[in-house]
């Protein structure tokens, strides 16, 4: 055993780099002794010393997988993670951790796991789950040292409940952090933070004050750029849209996904009210293919259809298909389906009524008019002009295709509506002319004399 213990004193000595070769020379030469899963674990914390990341992991997934109740299970399992985490793989990261929480015996050692592992959930999009292993590090927290990953756990949790709408609430508990927190870094976390959440509610007096209160940054800290984005959402916020894309130009894109989304979107908008379409659509799609489990994707796919729809693009309903079914799988109930079904359906509605009605237009008109009607119907808690607007939009299918029984149905049904107003007067109208084409003289009259005498119908 002697050259492992000359590999232990090498690292005491800290000169892993000698240090690795002892330990592949005792791994290679006494493969059956008792020591062997403590040399090898040894070995991956030197490859990790020395940056060689992924001959740790591979040492580490051995010892993990191979030996998954031996002694030093929980330690390896710990470090793997801790590899995984350096290296952004978020996913094997959470699964090392939950392998090494339960293994662990070491209090501060089990408490960096609990954090990592929270980080790695939160990173993984399960912000529940997350919350629960912040809140308890916060709890078992003693020592300076803990106290300090309490501090950056109560900054996660302000960023889940961020995400989650809980804005004010977490503005409020940042506002104490910067108050009470023992880490000047932490305090200035905290406000810019809190100073972000400002921004998001359209609050840009008060983000101006929170982030004045951070103070001042170096140019590549971190933390400045997180100023800049704050200063762009307050700048959108306030219809600046030039001043949008100039902060956009001059901030480094190596900012969280929960800002860069929404500063993503507010560029999109930008570029939207300043008339450049296609870099809007550009930013939009992008917002909507990286972040399709936020709801900044669903505003953003809303923007690209208004574009679509100002275009006049013929592909305006399938862009708004796509939307919805996309939407609906992520988000359901969320208000921008209806008005992109409200949009699609006013769509259709202008485009059957621009046309006139001839023999080689009817079946487009017919086609035009039921998909109005079927999106309108589609929205729930519609208000009584919609529905009418939807009834309508069937009974002008139905009549265009020649069912003149279902036609008058559905135009009787709109026509009972407030006399005078426009649908009412135009199905009282389709209600004469199927009356007339069908030789009933009577019902058509009927029709008429309904009609309200200042209607330009009438005239």
């Not at 008109?365 to 729930?380: D, I, N, Q, R, T």
Request: hydrophobic content about 40%; some cysteine; glycine content about 6%.
């Amino acid at each position: 055993m002697l050259v492992l213990d000359r590999a232990d004193k090498l690292v005491e000595q800290k000169q892993d780099k000698v240090a690795i070769g002892l330990y592949r020379k005792f791994l290679t030469d006494y493969p059956q002794s008792p020591q062997i899963s403590r040399a090898r674990l040894a070995l991956a914390d030197c490859y990790i010393r020395e940056q060689q990341f992924r001959l740790a992991s591979v040492i580490l997934e051995s010892l993990v997988t191979q030996d998954r109740n031996g002694p030093y299970t929980g330690e390896a399992a710990y470090n793997l993670g801790a590899v995984y985490y350096k290296n952004g793989d978020y996913q094997r990261a959470e699964g090392a951790f939950a392998v090494a929480l339960p293994k662990i015996q070491d209090d501060a050692q089990k408490l960096r796991a609990s954090y990592y592992y929270a980080r790695s959930l939160s990173e993984n999009q399960k912000p529940v789950k997350a919350k629960e292993f912040f809140l308890d590090v916060i709890a078992a927290a003693k020592s300076d040292d803990q106290k300090l990953l309490a501090e950056r756990s109560r900054l996660e949790l302000a960023d889940i409940r961020i995400a989650a709408g809980e804005i004010s609430e977490a503005i409020e508990d940042l506002d104490v952090l910067a108050k009470s927190a023992g880490n000047e870094v932490i305090q200035k976390e905290a406000m810019v933070k809190a100073g972000m959440g400002a921004a998001l509610l359209g609050q840009a007096e008060r983000s101006r004050e929170l982030l004045d209160r951070a103070g001042d940054f170096e140019k590549d800290h971190p933390q400045r750029n997180l100023v800049l984005v704050a200063n762009l959402l307050n700048a959108g916020n306030e219809g600046k849209h030039e001043e949008v894309l100039n902060l956009y130009s001059v901030i480094s894109q190596d900012i969280p996904d929960l800002w860069k989304s929404r500063m993503l979107l507010a560029v999109g908008r930008a570029n939207q009210e300043t008339g450049a379409r296609d870099d809007a659509i550009r930013i939009y799609r992008i917002v909507e293919s990286r972040y399709p489990k936020l709801q900044e994707s669903v505003q953003a796919g809303f923007g690209r259809l208004q574009i679509i729809e100002k275009r006049g693009d013929a592909d305006f309903p399938d862009a708004v298909a796509d939307f919805v079914r996309n939407a609906v799988g992520s988000f359901p109930g969320h208000p921008l389906i209806s008005q992109s079904r409200r949009l699609v359906a006013d769509w259709h509605f202008r485009r059957a009524e621009l046309l006139p009605e001839k023999p080689d237009t009817i079946e487009i008109m017919a086609a035009h008019y039921k998909s109005a009607g079927e999106a309108l119907s589609a929205l729930v808690g519609a208000d009584e002009g919609t529905q009418q607007k939807a009834i309508y939009s069937k009974g002008r299918a139905e009549q265009l295709n020649g069912s003149r029984d279902k036609a008058t149905f559905f135009f009787e049904g709109v026509s009972n509506g407030k006399p005078g107003e426009e649908l009412v007067e135009k199905s009282l109208l389709q209600m004469a002319r199927i009356a007339l084409s069908s030789d009933k003289p009577q019902e058509a009259l009927a029709s008429f004399e309904r009609l309200s005498a200042d209607s330009p119908i009438t005239e």
